[in-house]
């Protein structure tokens, strides 16, 4: 069964801080992995995405990483902000087009 | 931002109720789709449409109705709305022939049955 699992469930860290996110997935076959960020009462907006061939990505102060063989990614977060307080979603594409989400982080950053 | 709207954005309602969440987009996405999201769990497509007058039901089993009369309007309604029905109710819609599977999201119906 595809599955994707997401960790930590949720965090709390200080503003200025830095974080990590992580994605397990069970996808096969896998054609890319998305991380979609959450603001509370909004829909899901698209940060990065990532195919096979890459190994990371950068996008501002996001920077996503990816290991097809252990099928896993994170999410780097550098120097949070009170805007990144959110929900942020691990969501992998697989054959035919399937796509299987997580549960989601719920990151919440303090002053 | 996404130019993809849902109406009402919050909306209370006794049992037995009909019900219909709006959906529209003006992008031109021939694909558009209906999630539920309960807290803490994943998003469950419950319906799915890759152009006009064409529906399909997800993975999760819903006993709402979806029509796609025209290609920027997505409705979903509930003939008889129950307690169970309350949750999150986002739509999406993706271009066709966009391959990475992006979608872009309403920013969600809230339906509490009381």
């Known amino acids: 069964k595809n599955q994707v699992e997401q960790s930590p469930q949720s965090l709390i860290i200080l503003e200025g801080k830095n974080c990590t996110l992580q994605?397990?997935?069970?996808?096969?076959?896998?054609?890319?992995l998305r991380w979609y960020k959450q603001d509370t009462g909004r829909g899901p907006v698209s940060l990065t995405i990532m195919t096979f061939s890459e190994n990371t990505k950068s996008n501002g102060r996001y920077t996503a990483t990816l290991d097809a063989d252990t099928k896993q990614s994170s999410l780097h977060i550098t120097a949070s902000q009170l805007s990144d307080s959110a929900s942020y979603i691990c969501?992998?594409?697989?054959?035919?087009?399937?796509?299987?989400f997580g549960t989601g982080t719920k990151l919440q950053v303090i002053p | 931002e996404a130019d993809i709207y849902q109406t009402p954005r919050y909306l209370v309602i006794g049992t037995g109720k009909k019900i219909t969440l709006e959906c529209s987009q003006t992008m031109g996405h021939d694909k558009m789709y209906w999630y539920q999201q309960d807290p803490g769990m994943e998003l469950h497509l419950i319906h799915y449409s890759y152009g006009v007058n064409s529906t399909e039901k997800g993975d999760l089993s819903s006993e709402s109705t979806v029509s796609r009369i025209r290609t920027e309007h997505f409705p979903l309604t509930l003939e008889s709305a129950r307690p169970s029905h309350t949750s999150q109710y986002l739509c999406?819609?993706?271009?066709?022939?966009?391959?990475?599977?992006?979608?872009?999201f309403g920013e969600g119906s809230r339906l509490t049955v009381l």
């Open positions: 994605c397990n997935y069970t996808v096969s076959p896998f054609s890319n």
């Open positions: 969501v992998v594409r697989g054959g035919y087009q399937k796509v299987t």
């Open positions: 999406a819609s993706a271009p066709t022939g966009d391959n990475t599977g992006e979608l872009f």
